[in-house]
């Protein structure tokens, strides 16, 4: 399965709740998508929801890596939320943790942007 | 159980999820657990994605995957016949990338050595590169065991 994203708006954030398989292919369409919308909106923050991520890659990595780079540079932040057993061992390999603080749920995520 | 396999395909991205859902497939014979399938499709995703982004430099080229099964092991390689990589050490670091404007994490060679049980790196400049990796499936409890 390809992936599907919703992005939503709340306050100065960025709600992108992701489902599918995150992979270099699936990653590719997405990442212009997530970065037009922080420009045009003007948003700071971005959480990353991934409730229905059932595979990821590097590529994930590398696109939430990507998106820190971005919204950090304006003294933003990015968070990760919902994460499955599969994705958190990708992530937890990664040390990406000491930059993406990571939460049980969205709204866990939303009370510490 | 003896069997083997191979898959060539073009350097398409689309073909990241082919060629991993293709070898999960085939390993599905040997009865693995769900985690073995799930690290077992992370590094050939990992291996297929570098073979299109590095070696082919998203260009076209062709990707060979093999698999070999005996037993419980189950040996997987990826070849490409592109750029090839120079300083191999450097490229099996974590977190190192020739390419962080593409947003890449440089988490790929650690992924695989780390999900699979044996790792190895064969590449020449201009040649190209091959990966190969092997799981070891957890021995299969049946009944009578219990
Ligand atoms: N098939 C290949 N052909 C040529 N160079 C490669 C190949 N595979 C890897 N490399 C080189 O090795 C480096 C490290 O690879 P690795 O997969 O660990 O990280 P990455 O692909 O850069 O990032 P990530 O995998 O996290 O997206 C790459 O940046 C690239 O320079
Ligand atoms: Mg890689």
């Known amino acids: 399965m390809p992936v599907e994203i919703v992005m939503k708006r709340a306050g100065s954030t960025l709600l992108v709740r992701m489902a599918g398989e995150l992979d270099h292919h699936a990653v590719s369409g997405l990442r212009d998508k997530i970065d037009s919308k922080i420009t045009l909106d003007n948003l700071k ?3 990353f929801n991934f409730g229905g991520v059932d595979f990821m890659d590097s590529s994930g990595l590398g696109m939430v890596l990507g998106r820190y780079k971005l919204v950090s540079a304006q003294g933003g ?20 943790q000491a ?6 749920s969205e709204q866990e995520a939303l009370k510490n942007v | 159980m003896d069997n083997h396999m191979k898959l060539e395909i ?11 859902v293709v070898v999960a497939a085939f390993a599905a014979q040997a009865d693995p657990t769900i985690d073995e399938i799930s690290d077992l499709k992370t590094a ?21 995957v093999t698999a070999v099964l005996k037993d419980r092991r189950l040996e997987v390689s990826v070849t490409d016949y592109g750029v090839g990589i120079a300083d191999l050490e450097q490229a099996r670091e974590p977190l190192y ?41 957890s021995q299969i409890k049946t009944g009578r065991d219990a």
């Not at chain 1, 932040?77 to 990406?96: E, M, W």
């Not at chain 1, 930059?99 to 049980?104: E, G």
């Not at chain 2, 988490?107 to 040649?127: C, H, Q, R, V, Y």
């Open chain 2, 44 to 64: 050939v995703s990992e291996a297929v994605t570098n073979a299109v982004i590095h070696g082919y430099e998203n260009g076209f080229g062709t990707i060979i």
């Open chain 2, 10 to 20: 073009p350097s398409k991205s689309q073909n990241e999820a082919f060629a991993r």
């Open chain 1, 99 to 104: 930059k993406i603080p990571v939460f049980l």
């Open chain 2, 97 to 137: 990338t020739s390419k962080p404007e593409l947003d890449r994490s440089g988490m790929g060679f650690t992924i695989m050595e780390n999900f699979m049980d044996e790792f190895s790196l064969a590449s020449e400049p201009g040649k190209g590169t091959t990966v190969t990796m092997v799981k070891i499936f």
């Open chain 1, 45 to 47: 923050n971005v959480i």
């Open chain 1, 77 to 96: 932040k990015v968070l990760a939320c919902s994460l499955r057993p599969r994705v958190q061992r990708v992530f937890d390999l990664s040390g990406l």
